[in-house]
């Protein structure tokens, strides 16, 4: 069982930065899930955001986020980052942490295993 716990959010203005931070529980968090970061904006679907593979050293992103913001993991301190800058009013959402198993690193929701219980991330224009 993993259990995943998001920090970092909050209200920013629009072409501030913020940084959530992702904390994994258990021993071999770093050798057996690839990482991603979700968002689901108020009234809309929950969204790909970003992922990392297993090691870090693969990465991808949403076409929205590409060039703001950046994923990226500690696997010595079972944590996984989103660094986010120049926000903008439609990255408002509840963004949330995933495990997922796969080899590969998945973009879609079913293909996680473990999700975190989100935090709010609010952009004012």
């Not at 716990?5 to 909050?10: H, I, N, Q, T, W």
């Not at 994994?24 to 690839?34: D, E, K, L, P, V």
């Not at 991603?36 to 050293?57: D, L, M, N, T, Y």
């Not at 995933?98 to 973009?107: E, G, K, Q």
Request: glycine fraction near 10%.
């Amino acid at each position: 069982q993993v259990q995943l716990v998001e920090s970092g959010g909050g209200l920013v203005q629009a072409g501030g930065s913020l940084r959530l931070s992702c904390a994994a529980s258990g021993r071999t968090f770093s050798s057996r899930y690839a990482m991603g970061w979700f968002r689901q904006p108020p009234g809309k679907e929950r969204e790909f955001v970003a992922g990392i593979s297993r090691s870090g050293v693969t990465t991808y992103y949403a076409d929205s986020v590409k060039d703001r913001f950046t994923i990226s993991r500690d696997n010595a301190k079972n944590t996984v980052y989103l660094q986010m800058n120049s926000l903008k009013p439609e990255d408002t959402a509840v963004y949330y942490c995933a495990a997922s198993s796969a080899a590969l690193v998945p973009r879609t929701l079913h293909e996680y295993d473990y999700w975190g219980q989100g935090t709010q991330v609010t952009v004012s224009s």
